[in-house]
């Protein structure tokens, strides 16, 4: 028997919207968990893609209490940060993408973050014509944020919403370390 798509409220409207957060600034995920937050509360359901990174950052333990409504799958070794990628780091990425896209088909979901894709399109795990690609061959009513900096000039272009964060100041540059639960 086939299994009946689960109807949720952004399944009735006619056009999802391609949001950006990019920039030097703190912020980008964060801001995407917000909008996350909001969208469950709203009934929707979420995938939270995060590329490069992997382990039990402060987020992802936060987002395992919403399992049935959101869903995470991490797409990177978690060591790569710059310099030249590994084959493994393009691999896990590059079968990210196709497991979204696969994932995004059965219209499980109504919003689909793909946390630090703009990195790994900096840094060559991912392809601008591969996000092209990726974009044209998701459906056209679910919501899509990619965070990250180095968002790509052709991508800000294509977005509904671009959202760029300045960092105007930061404890960090007095030597204070990544806190848990505020950067990680």
């Not at 109807?7 to 950006?20: A, V």
């Not at 490069?52 to 409504?69: N, P």
């Not at 671009?162 to 030597?175: I, N, P, R």
Request: hydrophobic share 40%.
């Amino acid at each position: 028997m086939t299994q009946k798509p689960i109807q949720t409220p952004l399944k009735n409207s006619k056009k999802g919207f391609l949001h950006i957060y990019t920039g030097e600034g703190k912020g980008k995920t964060t801001a995407a968990l917000g909008l996350a937050l909001r969208a469950m509360g709203a009934g929707w359901r979420v995938f939270f893609a995060q590329f490069l990174k992997q382990g039990a950052f402060s987020e992802i333990k936060a987002l395992k209490h919403f399992e049935g409504q959101c869903t995470v799958h991490q797409y990177g070794t978690g060591r790569f940060i710059r310099g030249k990628p590994t084959a493994s780091d393009i691999k896990q990425a590059q079968e990210g993408l196709q497991e979204i896209l696969k994932t995004a088909q059965t219209q499980a979901y109504d919003l689909y973050i793909l946390d630090e894709i703009n990195v790994a399109i900096h840094f060559g795990l991912l392809t601008l014509n591969d996000i092209l690609l990726f974009l044209e061959q998701m459906p056209t009513n679910v919501e899509i944020v990619m965070t990250g900096r180095w968002a790509q000039k052709e991508l800000m272009e294509r977005a509904d919403v671009v959202t760029e964060m300045k960092c105007l100041a930061h404890y960090y540059e007095q030597g204070v370390t990544a806190r848990e639960g505020i950067e990680k």
